[in-house]
């Protein structure tokens, strides 16, 4: 007889992703039908060698403030910045005012250099004659991740 | 024909290019336990700060000059070195990894301006990087190495040479009287391997500038001297007589040696710090592809600290020479434990590995491994003996992967959660930038 009221305990210990080994897909004996793939010889995708044109010129940084939320660029993101492209108006850079790091859209226009935001709620960044702009790297990706 | 690239000021650039800040200021980096300057920027060399001034002497040089001092960030410069050198390596066919910082390279068969290709790598390097280097060209390393230091005085002391020697000088392109003129005004203290006592020899024979000594006759400097000055001589007139070692000569001994954060009297934290040292003492001996036969262990109070003195070192032979951690840490702590006494403030520490040998000439172990009765089980039935080689290369593979201190020995437990005495003192450390995705430079947006 059953009875309703007392199920079963389940002995089975709760099936997790982290719990299973994971397997070496190359090295792995195979058996049967050879792949139709085999001779393609492709490799899966690798996005750090398609997001990182040069390795020695990449680092990482992480975004913090809301002033180029219209970019897609938000407060925790990680962004990929550049030093080998050369920056052109209208690139998002890295730059370097009064000594601190800004992420802003470089922006030239009739030898006038600006840093313009891409909030309505904040204000461009024009330098003053004593101030310089520096621009440290070219801002070619942004990282954000949504569940680890 | 050779090159020298080296960043300048290397340490305290690589901390410039992640705070801008910094630009402009007189800057130090500060060994390890933030004991002594070991970079200084051109601002703080102005400030008459030595190579290796102590701390505690410059220290009011802080509020007196704005200057800065930064616990080293090893882990940052390490990576900064392998961006920088593997651009330095667009210069020649061949290189020469000589320090953290300095990179020869062979220009053999190169075509072209050589002192134009140089000037666009270091460009690049400079873009790419953030990092300013010097670069010295020459027929022999002696030479490259001599043109490197006048790249890099002319750009920072204008008027010491002429000003186109700045960031790049090319001693093979000058005429003999330009040569001349350039070894006159060189102090010989400044050739490579000249040191300290040998120059202060030399200068007591009349032997001021590096022209000087390119004229001594090399039979009497071997006489003299010895053999390596007698090649410096032969390499200052041109003859080539280094060639570029693709792989650096395996080093006879390696010692991990530190001064503790704090005093520590406790046996317990000696154990783990000695059992740390050990083992990064193996990493480096099987990083060269050796095997050592004998393990000397030292503890020692500070002799600037009142109190009782104390120290101590012993030597603990191997039974068979070996690089596995596992061998040497428990020879390191057998030999800490007959030199410890009780009741003393020690204040460093350290392992160093003797009688080291190639791995390549390892002894048969086939009749100890009986003798000791490892190869055998109880059964009497024979076992197939366990690979510490391939147990220290899976250490090692993880630890380079995934972070010093991943996986372990039972002795070395360090916790970063927990630090204790003997770590070392970083109070003054940036962030590692580049190496930790956790301490990524923040940019404001």
């Not at chain 1, 397997?23 to 049967?32: C, F, Q, T, Y």
């Not at chain 1, 139709?36 to 020695?56: M, Y």
């Not at chain 2, 600290?305 to 032979?317: D, F, I, L, N």
């Not at chain 2, 428990?330 to 520490?349: Q, T, V």
């Amino acid at each position: 007889m059953y009875s309703l009221d007392a199920p079963q305990p389940i002995d089975t210990p709760p099936l997790s992703a982290l719990t299973i080994p994971v397997l070496d897909l190359k090295s792995s004996v195979r058996a049967g039908f050879p792949s139709p793939a085999e001779d393609l010889g492709a490799k899966r995708i690798d996005l750090a060698a398609r997001l990182i044109k040069h390795p020695q010129a990449t680092f990482l940084m992480r975004a913090r403030g809301d002033s180029m939320k219209d970019a897609g660029i938000f407060d925790g993101d990680v962004l990929l910045v550049d030093r080998a492209v050369t920056p052109r108006s209208g690139h998002v850079v890295v730059a370097v005012i009064d000594g601190e790091f800004v992420c802003k859209t470089l922006s030239m226009r009739a030898g006038r250099v600006k840093l313009r935001a891409a909030n309505p709620g904040f204000p461009d960044i024009v330098p003053t004659d004593s101030q310089t702009v520096e621009v440290w790297g070219v801002v070619t990706a942004s990282i954000k991740q949504f569940a680890a | 024909m050779f090159a020298l690239v080296d960043g300048n000021n290397f340490y305290v650039s690589c901390e410039r290019v992640f705070r801008p800040s910094l630009q402009g200021r007189p800057v130090v980096v500060l060994s390890n336990n933030d004991g002594c300057a070991i970079a200084r920027s051109n601002e703080a060399k102005d400030l008459g700060i030595r190579m290796g001034h102590p701390w505690h002497e410059i220290r009011h040089l802080e509020d007196q000059a704005g200057l800065i001092g930064l616990s080293a960030n090893f882990e940052l410069y390490g990576d900064m070195s392998d961006r920088m050198m593997s651009l330095a390596a667009g210069l020649g066919p061949q290189q020469e990894i000589y320090s953290i910082d300095e990179s020869f390279i062979g220009l053999e068969g190169v075509k072209g301006d050589l002192v134009a290709r140089a000037r666009a790598v270091r460009a690049r390097i400079l873009s790419w990087t953030g990092i300013p280097c010097g670069i010295g060209i020459g027929p022999t390393k002696t030479l490259a190495k001599l043109a490197n230091h006048i790249a890099k005085t002319a750009e920072r002391k204008p008027g010491s040479y002429p000003a186109r020697f700045a960031q790049v000088c090319d001693l093979a392109i000058t005429t003999s009287d330009e040569l001349q003129a350039l070894l006159q005004s060189t102090p010989v203290g400044e050739v490579w391997g000249v040191g300290g006592r040998i120059g202060a020899q030399l200068q007591a024979l009349g032997i001021q500038t590096v022209w000087d000594l390119s004229r001594m006759e090399p039979q009497a400097v071997r006489q003299r001297w010895s053999v390596v000055l007698e090649r410096t001589v032969q390499e200052l007139r041109g003859v080539s007589c280094m060639s570029l070692d693709d792989v650096p000569p395996a080093k006879q001994q390696i010692a991990c040696t530190r001064s503790f954060g704090s005093a520590v009297r406790d046996l317990a934290l000696l154990v783990e710090a000695v059992s740390e040292f050990a083992v990064r003492a193996s990493e480096k001996l099987r990083a060269q592809g050796s095997l050592a036969g004998e393990v000397l262990v030292f503890v020692r109070t500070s002799p600037f600290r009142k109190g009782p003195q104390y120290s101590r070192s012993h030597v603990q032979p191997l039974v068979r020479p070996t690089a596995d951690s596992r061998e040497i840490v428990k020879a390191a702590l057998d030999g800490l434990k007959s030199i410890y006494r009780p009741g003393f403030d020690y204040a460093k520490a350290g392992v160093m590995l003797m009688e080291i040998s190639s791995a390549a000439h390892e002894q048969g172990e086939l009749f100890l491994d009986e003798v000791q009765g490892e190869g055998t089980s109880s059964s009497g039935e024979a076992q197939p003996r366990r690979d510490p080689q391939r147990l220290m290369a899976a250490l090692d593979a993880v630890n380079q992967r995934w972070g010093k201190h991943t996986m372990r020995l039972g002795s070395n437990r360090l916790n970063a959660q927990a630090p204790r005495g003997w770590v070392m003192k970083q109070e003054r450390r940036t962030p590692r930038y580049t190496t930790l995705w956790e301490e990524m430079p923040l940019v404001r947006a």
